[in-house]
């Protein structure tokens, strides 16, 4: 079981992703539980404000640490949390193997970054963590935070139907994914490999191998180090 706090401007942006789905199944049996946060209902100035302008002037608004940190302090006042993550394009870059990390623990927050970012002071005294999901930029981090969140509760055990589906997916051992096909064996003169229809367990297990060696030395040769 993890708790997931998700802190954004953009609550409505992030439920429908949590509604659909193998992460739906994974929250009605309490396998996961994600409570989104509206940054607005703890801001103290009249308007709501959760931004402001840059100290020494340019273009682009900056979040606030007081809607922030109110929102963090009373997250906290209720549980201990193992992480507080920034989603930010200047983080250190999502892998598996974060993932894999991050979904033994028990409580995590993610704060989703918007406009300019938020104020420094935010990422010195609060976060502990910093991700990014790529080398591009997007408009908010909240497809980052619900990229992440996927990738973590997925691998929480009970989840997936079949358990160890996870174990052979691509980059759990630093190699893509074999192909995988179904039915029809034969479709319209295109065949599947002869090896998989043969029921030979062992043989089929090298072929599957092989094909995963293969398929990571032609697209992602800087996973074999
Ligand atoms: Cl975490 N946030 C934003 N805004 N853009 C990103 C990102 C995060 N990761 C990659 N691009």
Redesign the pocket.
């Known amino acids: 079981m993890v708790r997931i706090d998700i802190i954004t401007c953009l609550p409505r942006l992030l439920d429908s992703f949590f509604a659909h789905s193998i992460l739906k199944r994974a929250i009605d049996a309490n396998h996961a539980e994600v409570v989104v946060h509206d940054l607005r209902d703890y801001s103290t100035s009249k308007h709501k404000n959760v931004d402001d302008y840059a100290f020494g002037g340019g273009a682009g608004m900056v979040m606030m640490i007081e809607p922030i940190a109110n929102c963090i302090r009373s997250l906290q006042a209720k549980r201990t949390y193992d992480e507080i993550i920034y989603?930010?394009?200047d983080?250190e870059r999502?892998e598996q193997k974060t993932a894999n990390m991050l979904s033994m623990c028990q409580n995590l927050i993610i704060l989703?970054?918007?406009y300019k970012g938020v104020d420094e002071r935010v990422r010195q005294h609060f976060i502990t963590k910093e991700?990014?999901?790529?080398?591009?930029?997007?408009?908010?981090?909240e497809?980052?935070?619900a990229v992440v969140s996927d990738a973590i509760i997925r691998l929480i055990p009970g989840v997936l139907n079949d358990e160890t589906s996870a174990l052979t997916d691509s980059f759990q051992d630093n190699l893509l994914a074999p192909p995988v096909y179904t039915r029809p064996a034969d479709f319209e003169g295109i065949k599947v490999p002869e090896i998989l229809l043969s029921g030979h367990e062992k043989k089929i297990n090298d072929w599957r191998l092989e094909q995963s060696i293969e398929r990571t030395k032609a697209r992602r040769p800087d996973l074999l180090g």
């Open positions: 989603m930010t394009p983080g999502f989703c970054g918007h991700i990014s999901i790529g080398d591009y930029v997007l408009s908010g981090g497809l980052a935070a």
